[in-house]
């Protein structure tokens, strides 16, 4: 038996993983974390005396930086019950992307925990969260300032909530009493009355910091609600904090359909605001609102407080931050699909996030572009929901048909600026459908005029 070394340049470079490898061997030790670790990740330790194979083998594997003998990939792939295909693997070549990935693809990110359904704002410590440096930095500097608002303009679906979130994690680690009030709690009944509304508001603010005050004590009809409303924040809960207080107000949009209550609330905001640059105990208040939209405005725009503070408007996604997003959840594809894929979603966060749980699930890119303005995408509950809406309001179809169709105008008019009736625009920008642009509003995403070309024009 000849025991010497093979020449050098005849050395088995090895293998590495395939991306189609990669994915069926994340969902198997993803599966086995969630079924027998609590869903907590396994460790390099672990890992190693599960599969009887060195730690800084399992490294080669994950960063690719070298080949890993047949026998140990074999060997990982039992011990999650899967049997190593021949599409699984690939000979080392000499080139870096071992796997073909994009450059901005880290392959030392590519093992992640399990993803859960990307639903709702995202949670405090999920590294899903895109940090956007020139809005969540100056919103987080912000909340310090004494008497400060606040204004956070987005979409539904935009990350304004986890803004939100982030907001008040950073005030309770500063010490700061926080209240965050949510106005699709309040009733409808509640919100069509200004004084009910306001008396709603005190007990909800009485009843999340304690104050244990009577509301009846402040309360005075001769007065007025407005006025019984400030002396109750200012004395009975402004005036016993040592700590300041961040309020924050979300979906403040539901106010505007009610107008004589809107009319009650924001001028109340914008003089607790003015009160606040010389009086100490208004200093306290640092006042957060967020909406989707402030296209139609029932206020004067001098009571509005929709004028001062700092504004931030969420803007979608750049094409970074979506190679970005798309690194945690181990994703990657060519280039020509990425710039397809960004086209048709036009970084819309929630969009976005839900591609990418799907491809990280399996799916296969050009499956999901070929599929998603259908019926049978993954974005069929989305559309159909906004299509519903639609089709409940047909008074809405002729005034929408050239934002759907804007071909149809082309030839009448060389640059068409499309103008919609305020409340509608309110309406339709809420529910993240249209956005404004310098030539008029338009829809937020090729996404959305694909689908609405088939089912709402030609069904």
């Known amino acids: 038996m000849n025991s010497n070394p093979p020449p050098a340049g005849k050395r088995k470079r090895g293998i590495a993983l395939t991306a189609n490898g990669l994915r069926r061997l994340n969902q198997a030790i993803q599966a086995a974390e969630v079924a027998e670790h609590e869903g907590k990740r396994f460790t390099a330790e672990e890992l190693s005396q599960r599969v009887g194979v060195s730690t800084s083998t399992l490294s080669r594997l994950w960063t690719s930086k ?46 992640t925990a399990p993803s859960p359904y990307p639903s709702g704002p995202v949670p405090l410590d999920s590294d899903r969260y895109i940090h956007r440096p020139g809005i969540d930095d100056r919103a987080l500097q912000e909340i310090l300032q004494p008497g ?33 009030i949510d106005l699709q709690q309040a009733d409808t009944e509640t919100l069509g009355q200004p004084h009910a509304f306001l008396r709603w508001l005190c007990v909800v603010l009485c009843h999340k910091l304690t104050c244990g005050i009577s509301l009846d004590q402040y309360w005075d009809e001769l007065l007025g609600s407005k006025l019984s409303t400030t002396l109750y924040v200012r004395e009975a809960i402004l005036a016993t904090l040592e700590r300041p207080l961040v309020l924050v107000f979300n979906e403040v949009e539901r106010i505007f359909e009610h107008p004589e209550t809107a009319k009650s609330l924001l001028p109340l905001l914008r003089s607790w605001h003015e009160e606040a640059q010389h009086d100490e105990v208004w200093q306290r208040l640092r006042l957060v609102v967020a909406y989707s939209t402030d296209a139609y405005l029932p206020l004067d725009i001098n009571q509005s407080p929709f004028n001062v503070g700092l504004p931030l408007t969420l803007p979608p996604l750049t094409r970074a931050q979506v190679e970005t997003l798309a690194q945690t959840y181990a994703v990657t594809w060519n280039e020509p699909d990425g710039d397809r894929l960004l086209a048709l979603l036009d970084g819309n966060p929630t969009l976005i996030n839900l591609a990418l749980y799907h491809l990280h699930q399996g799916m296969a890119v050009a499956d999901l572009l070929r599929s998603a303005a259908s019926s049978e995408g993954i974005y069929r509950n989305h559309l159909q929901r906004l299509l519903a809406q639609l089709n409940a309001n047909p008074h809405w179809l002729e005034q929408i048909r050239p934002l759907v169709q804007p071909d149809a105008i082309a030839a009448t008019d060389a640059t068409p600026r499309i103008l919609l009736d305020p409340i509608l625009a309110y309406k339709l920008e809420g529910m993240g459908l249209i956005q404004p642009t310098p030539q008029g509003w338009q829809l937020s995403c090729k996404l959305y005029q694909a689908y609405l070309q088939t089912y709402l024009f030609n069904p």
Do not use: M
């Open 148 to 180: 400060c608002v606040i204004r956070i303009k987005a979409p539904s679906g935009f990350g304004k909530t986890s803004l939100l979130l982030r907001l008040l994690q950073q005030a309770k680690q500063q010490g700061y009493h926080t209240v965050a």
């Open 66 to 111: 070298a080949g890993v003998d047949r026998r140990s990939l074999t060997l990982l792939f039992n011990a999650f019950n899967l049997i190593l295909l021949e599409s699984d693997w690939q000979p080392v070549g000499d080139e870096a992307d071992i796997l073909g990935l994009p450059p901005w693809v880290e392959t030392a990110s590519l093992r």
